[in-house]
């Protein structure tokens, strides 16, 4: 789909999804930053329950390496459906106390990774900013 994207555009992704919302997605001001982009779609991916077939339909749509989406979709993905499983089985079970944990669990992984990215982002701007200075 991604590689379909690239090839056909936006007129193939209007042709299965909502013209609207996809060129809400596409100027909505999280897909702006091309230094953001697969900060944002790794987030998006290991969050469990976010539309992931649309996110591969808009990433085809933004400055994104083929390459590298294809890696955190891949990896990101394995979290957030192991997660959704263990969570579903849980209530299945009728122990949503454990649903939420299993939840909370991943949210504060996913905090925990976005905290990590903007400290080494902040620590890489630095030294450039420093390399420059010299």
Known sequence: IFYLVRRF????????????K?????NSKLFQNPQKIEMIM???????GTPKDL??????????KPSRFILI????RFPSVISSTLA????ANGDWKMSVIIYAAVFAIVGIIIFAINKFDKNKL???AIKTIK
């Open 42 to 48: 790794l987030i998006l991916f290991l969050v469990p």
């Open 22 to 26: 996809v060129e809400k997605i596409e």
């Open 126 to 128: 630095t030294k450039e």
């Open 73 to 76: 979709s891949t990896f990101a």
């Open 9 to 20: 555009g936006k007129r193939f992704v209007c042709e299965f999804c909502d013209e609207k």
């Open 55 to 64: 996110l591969v339909y808009i990433a085809g749509l933004l400055p994104i």
């Open 88 to 91: 579903g089985e849980n209530l």
